[in-house]
């Protein structure tokens, strides 16, 4: 599953098809099956990418296709895409629909973050191993945070001091 509650799986994705997607440069993508992670073929959604001055076409890597690269939660099949004669051609369609979907970006992104705030208030409670006083767990999933997660846990009882820290990079 990816980092939010709503992804579409990896083998739900359809090629060829525009989906709104959570990812780190941008909010649409054309599904493709075989897009380039170091010579390797991923699921990836392709992206209209800005960079400094340019634009060009971009893979983002499917969250689930890599779990160091994957950067791309999908969250809606818009519908199929046309078929490109050219990257150009692919690139100017992609930069028309921005705007058209803004709406509907802003509902998924509230759902999303509604659904996060209810992860949290729900975390696993587990007993400290020392004094057994509940030390609350966060269940939730820690890869929003790029590079390295850093988790320091402490037993809330004043009279205990065990502490644990978690590191987990990917």
């Not at 994705?13 to 649409?28: D, K």
């Not at 269940?139 to 205990?160: A, E, K, Y």
Request: hydrophobic share 35%; net charge negative.
């Amino acid at each position: 599953m990816g980092r939010y509650n709503a992804t579409i799986p990896i083998d739900q994705c359809i090629a060829g098809h525009l989906y709104i997607i959570s990812a780190r440069n941008a909010s649409l993508g054309i599904c493709n099956p075989k897009g380039n992670l170091f010579d390797k073929e991923v699921m990836s959604f392709t992206i209209s990418r800005y960079k400094f001055s340019s634009n060009y076409l971009f893979d983002e890597v499917h969250w689930d296709a890599d779990e160091r690269y994957g950067t791309a939660c999908p969250l809606l099949d818009v519908g199929p895409a046309p078929e490109f004669a050219s990257r150009k051609d692919a690139l100017d369609w992609l930069n028309a629909q921005c705007g058209k979907y803004d709406d509907k970006i802003e509902e998924l992104d509230k759902q999303q973050f509604d659904w996060l705030k209810t992860v949290t208030a729900h975390a696993v409670r587990e007993p400290c191993p020392k004094c057994k006083t509940p030390v609350v767990i966060d269940n939730g999933d820690p890869r929003h945070i790029q590079g390295m997660v850093i988790r320091q846990l402490v037993c809330p009882n004043p009279s205990c001091d065990w502490t644990e820290q978690e590191n987990k990079k990917y």
